[in-house]
């Protein structure tokens, strides 16, 4: 037999083998594949069989709200109340029920609460499903792969709550975008999503490519080219999937221009997303006159330095500390010195991690000697941080690429001097130029804070009114009103499907 022979029944003897073990391993794929489609389509009857059978008792369509944290007060529950209250007084023969993983709480104490905190109260009661999984979506529990641990973690809280309960239509309002595949293809829901700021972005490549250490970049990491390497292609990787997992939503919400350049970047859905800004009561700080301040009383009054933002840490209430001290240094040297200003950080609390933020930051204070001049004002009610925004003096927001900045339009509109972060909303939608002049300051650093409020300060009484009132004039854009009109214009679509 000649070598060309042999090397032919040798191709001939492997083609047969692999033959052998890939039509096995092709037919196993395909018994599975099949397996796994019925177990799907079983599962979507299931929980359908569910649906109707809450059809048949109570008669009316049901819209739910995915908001995992909806008793914090924060501005995306001022954006969850509101678009409930909107809908009810639109739509009376829906019901609407909205999925929370608070527990010891009751459905009266989540609305006293938002009543409260927003001076909100619904026309009608609505539904409310208790997860109790809602620990899977914690960041503490992920120390590592953070983002990846949160989404798999709303993965299996989503399925929670569509097993307890299966809406017509869902609507995630928190980000889990995660959920959204899990309601569309299991529950048969039509699904729409409120983005308030993509869980990964193009910004936060970009620290990662050039290594700068921030809250969600560790040192080590950001000292090691092989570490950072290995973090692009972890964080390029997830954003294909979070993009997937958006662009099953059949209308998209987003809060802010820089939100919707990020989204349209990694949904890839421009016909389906439009910008919703979200409701400010502005119209309750508008409501109270704006009050001059007298010449004379310049040199005597203690200015209030205000911030309003829930103690998470991308808030960065470090830089607002540190700023501040760097301030009260330089006006040492003035007439009244350290007496002349304090410092007020009013926010709320989500769970134990947030109260150990507030715990370090208070020890922060004493570690640079300004202590005595911060005060921690926690969970307060509404009427408590009116009254704290329209005595204050400066607005203070130090939020890197910050989606919005509710806290910073109530600032504005309560009459303060705005001085928030030179990046995302505020510098994009919110503090911008009105009717020809400034309506508030940008900073980015300790330096150029500290530099700023000392400028602020330092301008007459007459100098800082005009400002104020043209603040006031330009965030009549993000009332309460305006919020309801384009939430419902966007949601219409997907309201008009519902079987009535």
Known sequence: MSGHDHL????????RLLWSLLLPCFCLCLVLTGLLFLLIMGVRAWLQSNRKAWRARDGRPAVAFFHPYCNAGGGGERVLWCAIRALQNRYQ???FVVYTGDQGV?????????????NIRLPRPVHFVFLKHRLLVEASLYPHFTLLGQSIGSLFLGWEALTAFTPDLY???????????????LGGCRVGSYVHYPTISTDMLSVVRERNPRFNNADYITNNP??????????????????????????????????????LALWRAPNRTSVVY?????????????????EQDVGKKCHSVVSVAQFRPEKDHQLQIRAFQKLLNKKEAEPGGRESVKLVLIGGCRNQEDED?????????????????????????????????????????????????????????????????????????IVVPHDGGPTGFLADDA??????????????????????????????????HEFEASFLAAVEPLMGTLER
């Open 226 to 263: 092989v570490l950072s390497a290995l973090k692009v292609v972890y964080y390029c990787a997830f954003a294909l999937l979070y993009g997937l997992a958006g662009s099953c939503s059949d209308v998209v919400m987003v809060n802010s221009t820089w939100t919707l350049g990020h989204i």
């Open 278 to 294: 979200p409701p400010c009561d502005v119209q309750a700080f508008l409501d109270i006159p704006l009050e001059d301040e007298e």
């Open 171 to 185: 609507i995630d309002s928190m980000g889990y975008a995660f959920t959204l595949p899990v309601f569309r293809y």
């Open 8 to 15: 032919s029944l040798c191709l001939c003897d492997l083609i």
């Open 357 to 429: 933020r507030v715990l370090m930051l208070r020890g922060l204070c004493q570690e640079l000697g300004v202590g005595d001049k911060v005060e921690f004002k926690l969970n307060i009610p509404y009427e408590e941080l009116k009254k704290e925004l329209v005595e204050a003096t400066i607005g203070l927001h130090t939020m890197w690429n910050e989606h919005f900045g509710i806290g910073v339009v109530e600032c504005m509109a309560a009459g303060t001097v705005i001085l928030a972060h030179k990046s995302g909303g505020p510098k994009l939608d």
């Open 447 to 480: 330096d150029s804070y500290a530099e700023a409020m000392e400028r602020i300060l330092s301008l007459t009484p007459s100098a800082r009114l005009d400002i104020r009132r043209r603040a006031r004039q330009s965030v009549t854009r993000f009332s309460d």
């Open 93 to 95: 023969d829906v019901d």
């Open 106 to 118: 009751t459905a009266e104490q989540i609305m006293n609460g938002a009543c409260r905190r927003f």
